[in-house]
Every structure is written in structure tokens, then in C-alpha cells.
């Protein structure tokens, strides 16, 4: 079966603009999660949705913003981009419960 | 806050070595905790599952245990190669369907 896909591979963006990274999960998959991964402070939960709705945020600032569709696609938002902001982005999908998390392969973000 | 730990933070083996990589946690309140490696430049592999009501699981030459209440985890790699070498990550998940993550043991199996 087809895992979790994560559209761009790589991206590169000037300071203060935005971006828009995709995820789609696997078939079935209700919960889509997002993580922010930096040499110096490793893996960060940005939030988590679930049929829609976010359920749990982590602790980054309001630049950083996602949603879900219907179709449980889920797309994150980083506006006003800073250089801080270069990071891998993951997305991983769950069915919810005690089933573990599968992660995509990554969006690499580079910021100049 | 849930703070995991993993040590060492770096490990170098000749092949055919068997190894035991650490992971500790702060907050035994888990619902399941979870192995995964990560090649360079690449997403995570998921390697074990162990839910919070099981003590260990296998896959191959992997095994990983759990003592909640002790706040530990243990992933042994029996018989390594250099075909494992990359970073080994422990994640737990507690309330919240988040995952908090240690800083990871990057293995290098030499042939």
C-alpha cells in the first residue's frame, strides 16, 4: 500500500514570504501530524488533525498554521518566513489509537 | 512536560557486534512508545511499536523493551551491519496524539 506522501521534496524561499507544504496519508489514515526537525532542537510537534479538526497544537507561533480536508489531506502553512524557519518538515499519519505513527519522507525548507 | 532521553548519542561498532541503545523518559503517563531510524536527509522508518500494556516486541534482529514504570526502553540490535548504521530515535506519546522525541543515538557499524 501506498505510505505517507509529502509534496515538495525541497523548497527555497526568500525571507517574509510563505509557503505551503502537502501531506497526504495513507489510505484509511484519520490523523495527519506535522513535526518540525532542526539540527539544534531535533523534533517538534507543530499540530495534529484529525476528520478536520485540529485537535492538538504544539508550541510554535501563529505563522505556522495547517488544515484538513475532507479527503484527510492535510496542507501546512508557514507565513512570513524566517531564516530560523529552515527546517525538514514531516508529516506522519496515524489510524488513531494504538496503531503507531508512519512518516513521510520529508519537505526540506530552506529559507534565504 | 514529557523529556526523553536517549544515550548514547553516538555509538561506533565493528560489524557482528550485538548493541543496546537507551532510552529514558520523564513521564511514565504513556500511551505507546516507538523506535524509528532516520538515514540521512530522510523521513523516519518506523522499526517497533510497543504499546503501553506490552513489555517488548521483535522484528529480526531487533527487540525493544519497555518498563513503564521505571521510565526506560531498550532497543538491542543483535548481530549489527553496516547496513543499520544511521540515527536511532525513540519517540513516546503521551496525551494529545503528539510524539515527543529524544535526540536521537547515531550508530555507525564499520564492515
Known amino acids: 500500500k501506498a505510505g505517507v506522501t509529502q509534496t515538495p521534496r525541497y523548497l527555497i524561499k526568500t525571507r517574509g514570504q510563505q509557503v505551503t507544504l502537502s501531506c497526504s496519508p495513507i489510505?484509511?489514515?484519520?490523523?495527519v501530524s506535522w513535526y518540525q526537525q532542526t539540527p539544534g532542537q531535533g523534533l517538534q510537534f507543530l499540530f495534529e488533525?484529525?476528520?478536520?479538526?485540529?485537535?492538538n497544537k504544539g508550541n510554535f507561533p501563529g505563522r505556522f498554521s495547517g488544515r484538513q480536508f475532507s479527503n484527510s489531506r492535510s496542507e501546512m502553512n508557514v507565513s512570513t518566513l524566517e531564516l530560523g524557519d529552515s527546517a525538514l518538515y514531516l508529516c506522519?499519519?496515524?489510524?488513531?489509537?494504538?496503531?503507531?505513527?508512519?512518516f513521510g519522507s520529508g519537505t526540506r525548507l530552506t529559507v534565504v | 512536560k514529557q523529556e526523553v532521553t536517549q544515550i548514547p548519542a553516538a555509538l561506533s561498532v565493528p560489524e557482528g557486534e550485538n548493541l543496546v541503545l537507551n532510552c529514558s523518559f520523564t513521564?511514565?503517563?504513556?500511551?505507546?512508545l516507538q523506535w524509528f531510524r532516520q538515514d540521512p536527509g530522510k523521513g523516519l522508518t518506523s522499526l517497533l511499536l510497543?504499546?503501553?500494556?506490552?513489555r517488548e516486541q521483535t522484528s529480526g534482529r531487533l527487540n525493544a523493551s519497555l518498563d513503564k514504570s521505571s521510565g526506560r526502553s531498550t532497543l538491542y540490535i543483535a548481530a549489527s551491519q553496516p547496513g543499520d548504521s544511521a540515527t536511532y530515535l525513540c519517540?513516546?506519546?503521551?496525551?494529545?496524539?503528539?510524539?515527543?522525541f529524544g535526540e536521537g543515538t547515531q550508530l555507525t557499524v564499520n564492515p
Open positions: 513521564d511514565s503517563a504513556i500511551y505507546n
Open positions: 519517540a513516546v506519546e503521551t496525551s494529545g496524539s503528539r510524539l515527543t
Open positions: 489510505s484509511g489514515h484519520r490523523s
Open positions: 506522519a499519519s496515524s489510524l488513531d489509537g494504538d496503531y503507531g505513527y508512519t
Open positions: 488533525y484529525f476528520s478536520e479538526t485540529q485537535r
Open positions: 510497543i504499546q503501553s500494556s506490552q
